[in-house]
């Protein structure tokens, strides 16, 4: 078993690193990430949503939807928990006389 | 029109919601909010469909921006598939669930209602989203809902819920990470754009990580064979309301995005002659099949040999997205819906069983089918679908798997097919074994061994029939949807 | 349940700290539009001053600041604000969650848009305030 | 010329290490709440890889400046070069959200599972399971 | 460019993402655990990511925090591993 996770961690850092390599230089301008769809963020915010934030107008307008999810995920959760934890009245694993 | 695909995952929200408040006043208003919510989102699922036949893909431009910017919601004929098919077993599951939870945990009904509809809504999400990052969030709300739901079995399924969202959180990570690669080397999130500017960075060490990544956390969270280590025990522990709807639906959605992704994201030929990943898919699940049948037969607890069962059945759409010829992909689909059906069937007959004489080991069943004659008779239906006897439906995945194995030259898949059917067979005759031929055992009260009642008998029928009707109706399927579906790999 | 730390500091220094600290959470979730923050911030900051509440007070005394039940209530209705205001523009004929169709009198065009993401970002720190004390509740209150 | 490569790079190299410690605790270590621990820190690690992701650099009189925060300035205007990717951080945002939420609930399952068996081992735990 | 003073951050985060593994004592685990978060957000915000800082500190170096110790309350406190 030990043996096994030490492969899978040299196995997973190998592939990063043969990966890495392969990124668009760090900061790099000319970068795709930089000139396809982000530049149009910055330059309009201020004009379709008055905020001169991009990072709220982007979170709650041109990709809303994604922070509605993220809403539900803590929503989730919220009710995950409550699920748990709630205290049961016949304890662990045994059922229960079947009802008749 | 175009409203029809948001609406399918946001009446299960908003009633998730609604239902929250509703229980916190009155306990049983959960119920009607979870029932109210799946019975419009199916409807909604089913009136895409038909209009996706008729008319083509309906694109839905969240908050008005379009695509690259904005997210993007797509219904076509796959997605219209899968949404209805998840809505559908969901509200059968639900009906079913009423009598199953007030019986097993009746203090805890709204929270598990609530989360019930938030794993649908989730499952929907990814069924119909047409963004990277979207994908992601709906994955995680499912598995979130998924965790809470299995962990409520006792002390067992607890520890299996752990070692769950251990896994879990790997394979959602790993699909980030998989995005994350996408995003800096293409810039964009959205499906569509990035599978237009994918092929000229195919050459990229970054996007065959990508692949890597993406496979692997989706690989993880469908219980693909080496990777479904937290698929038995949490199947076993769980509620068997809840094992029945997370068992037929869950790891089939995300065998789901696996597709889109083969499909729609990147060209197959990417991954069928650049990368070899659908070779290794195709003979780790071949690998799967064998040893998780062996393993069920092994099994003495009915919901462990289904759950190991299910590993195996998962593995024939892995070898069916493995072969990656147009029947293969025929075969994993329909394979994906006539799985659904049958294990949605016999999980919840197994709760049935349970919630009647609270046994589930096989060698207490003997002599049942005398003294629950429906039940076992639906039994017997989705055995037989299982091993794969013609009129059910398990029959004929099978069959275009068979066919997409001869079609690719790949004996060793055909003869994995074949033997996997007598495996099953193996392991379902012996439960029917048990149940027609051998006498009831001492110890077994004859009063408590009764049909469940009605609540929980109907969606059980309504399964099984259902295996029957798709049986027969495969071809309209087959022509309809699922054969315009593999035109990229054509 | 947590029991009252008996200090007379800790109390007083907690009573004091906790309305500037929800003063700067309203701070926080209206001023996201111009600075860092938001409505996540702004929600976990006024989570945050309950947390000290319950933990400075004890489970009886911060009850009656936020009942349990009603922090799972609260943090329902947000999401539900959330959900609401993206169906709300598709009545109107809009598309889901498309602020430019709100039917506020008024206001029209980017201003629409900036109140749109307004009501949002209440949406936000209202679910979040609810569901962390939620969570906290349950984390410490059911322990047998 | 090697100095330049490392500083170009080192970031990445940085977060692979945090991943592979984060990866590390969640297989390796036995105690619950160390898989726990070892679950935040490799999720994190790959926010910082987004993050680091989008920084950008600008060269301005022949000196490389990093981008500003995304927040526009009236005095610089809108010139898109100038201030970092919005994007990764509103991913990364969502992506907080959720590992907070996972750990809230890996938590309440902590509970639960200690409750039945007095222990977070998982060599113990598995023991106590079989039985 | 300060470079250094993303290697210094970055360096410390791993000293302090190894030794909450390594050590024992799961209280002292969790603290340098919300340490590990407090120094992400400082990392996040020098690359000019102040949002995501923000709310790193506030809900991983906080609220995460509060959670984890208010749960090991009612845990036990040693680990063998």
């Known amino acids: 078993m030990k043996w096994l996770s030490l492969f899978i961690l040299g196995l997973v850092m190998a592939l990063l690193i043969y990966a890495e390599t392969d990124l668009p230089d760090r900061g790099d301008p000319e970068a795709p990430a930089n000139q396809h769809v982000s530049p149009l963020y910055l330059e309009r915010t201020v004009e379709d949503t008055h905020t001169p934030n991009a990072v709220t107008s982007v979170l709650a307008d041109y990709r809303g939807y994604d922070t509605l999810g993220e809403t539900v995920v803590i929503f989730t959760a919220g009710i995950a928990c409550v699920l748990i934890l709630m205290r049961r009245r016949s304890d662990d694993n045994q059922i229960r006389k079947p009802n008749s | ?490 | 349940m947590i029991t009252r730390y008996e200090s007379p500091i800790v109390e007083v220094v907690c009573r004091v700290i906790v309305p500037f600290v929800q003063v700067f959470a309203l701070y926080v979730i209206t001023h996201g539009h111009y600075g860092p923050g938001g409505g996540f911030q702004g929600g976990v900051i006024l989570a945050a001053s309950f947390l000290l509440l319950r933990l400075c007070l004890g489970g009886e005394l911060a009850h009656q600041k936020l009942p349990p039940r009603l922090a799972i209530a609260l943090g329902a209705f947000g999401v539900l604000l959330y959900g609401l205001t993206g169906l709300v523009p598709m009545m109107a004929g809009g598309q889901y969650l498309d602020y430019g169709h709100l039917p506020i009198p008024g206001v029209s065009g980017a201003e629409l848009r900036y109140v749109g993401i307004l009501i949002v970002e209440i949406g936000i720190a209202f679910g979040v305030l609810g569901i962390m004390v939620g969570i906290f509740d349950n984390l410490v209150e059911r322990q047998s | 010329m090697i100095l330049e490569a490392f500083t170009d790079r080192y970031v990445y190299f940085m977060t692979v290490a945090l991943l592979i410690i984060g990866l590390y605790g969640m297989l390796g270590k036995r105690n619950l709440l160390k898989k726990l621990i070892g679950m935040i820190v490799f999720q994190t690690a790959v926010f910082l890889f987004f993050i680091e992701g989008a920084t950008k650099f600008f060269i301005e009189n022949g000196t490389k400046l990093r981008g500003s925060v995304p927040v526009i300035d009236p005095q610089l205007g809108t010139d898109p070069a100038l201030y970092v990717n919005p994007l990764p951080h509103v991913l990364i945002l969502t992506a907080i959200v959720v590992s907070v939420a996972t750990t809230g609930v890996a938590l309440a399952l902590l509970l639960t599972i200690h409750r039945g068996y007095q222990s977070l081992d998982e060599k113990v735990i598995l023991e106590r399971m079989r039985q | 460019m300060i470079w250094q003073i993303d290697f210094y951050l970055l360096v410390i985060l791993i000293i302090t993402a190894v030794v909450a593994l390594e050590i024992r004592d799961l209280l002292a685990s969790v603290a340098l655990l919300t340490g590990y978060s407090f120094f992400m957000a400082l990392l996040f915000a020098q690359m000019g990511s102040v949002d995501v800082a923000f709310t790193e500190a506030a809900l991983g170096a906080g609220v995460t925090g509060v959670f984890l110790v208010c749960a090991l309350f009612f845990l036990e406190r040693r680990s063998a591993d």
């Open chain 2, 1 to 490: 029109m175009t409203y029809l695909p948001i609406l399918i995952p946001v009446p299960l929200l908003l009633f998730a919601f609604i239902g929250t408040l509703a229980g916190l006043w009155r306990r049983s208003l959960a119920y009607g909010a979870a029932l109210l919510g799946t019975a419009i989102s199916l409807g909604v699922a089913t009136a895409g469909l038909v209009v996706v036949l008729s008319e083509g893909n309906l694109h839905h431009f969240l908050g008005g921006w379009d695509p690259p910017w904005g997210i993007e919601y797509v219904l076509d004929p796959l997605s219209a598939f899968m949404a209805m098919l998840v809505t559908f077993i969901g509200l059968v599951v639900l009906i079913y669930s009423r009598q199953s939870l007030l019986h097993e945990l009746p203090e805890r009904v709204v929270p598990l209602y609530v989360l019930k509809l938030l794993l649908l809504a989730g499952l929907t999400g990814i069924a119909v989203t047409g963004d990277l990052f979207n994908l992601y969030v709906f994955l995680e709300i499912a598995s979130l809902a998924a965790y809470a739901l299995m962990a409520v079995g006792g002390r067992q399924s607890a520890m299996a819920a752990f070692r769950y969202v251990v896994l879990g959180t790997i394979g959602g990570t790993f699909y980030l990470l998989g995005v994350g690669f996408i995003y800096f080397s293409t810039g964009t999130l959205n499906m569509a754009d990035a599978a237009q500017r994918l092929p000229a960075l195919y050459e990229s060490r970054a996007i065959m990580a990508a692949v890597a990544f993406i496979v692997l956390g989706l690989g993880l969270k469908m219980a693909l064979f080496p990777l479904h280590v937290w698929l038995p025990d949490a199947y076993t522990y769980a509620p068997s309301a809840v094992a029945g709807l997370i068992a037929p639906i869950m790891t089939k959605v995300f065998a789901y995005a696996l597709v889109r992704m083969f499909l729609t994201v990147f060209q197959p030929d990417y991954f069928r002659v650049t990368l070899p990943v659908t070779d290794i898919i195709g003979w780790l699940s071949a690998a799967g099949i064998v040893i998780a049948s062996i393993l069920a037969i092994a099994q003495r607890d009915l919901r462990r040999m289904l759950a190991y069962s299910s590993v195996a059945q998962v593995a024939y759409i892995g070898l069916g997205i493995g072969l990656a010829n147009p029947l293969g992909m025929i075969g994993a689909l329909l394979h994906i819906l006539n799985h659904a059906f049958m294990k949605a069937c016999l999980f919840l007959i197994a709760g049935g069983i349970r919630f009647r004489t609270g046994l589930v080991d096989i060698p207490l069943f003997a002599g049942f089918g005398r003294l629950m004659p429906w039940t076992m008779a639906a039994f017997t239906m989705a055995a037989l679908s299982m091993v794969g006897i013609p009129p059910a439906c398990g029959f004929f995945s099978k069959w275009y798997l068979v066919l997409a194995g001869l079609d690719a030259g790949n004996w060793v898949f055909v003869a994995v097919i074949l033997i996997s059917s007598l495996l099953n067979a193996v392991y379902f005759f012996r439960v029917l074994e048990q149940v027609y031929i051998r006498p009831l055992r001492e110890g077994v009260a004859e009063e408590q061994v009764r049909e469940p009642p009605a609540e929980m008998l109907a969606p059980i029928l309504v399964l099984a029939a259902g295996i029957i009707i798709l049986g027969i109706i495969n071809v309209v399927i087959v022509t309809q949807v699922l054969y315009p579906v593999t035109e990229p790999l054509r």
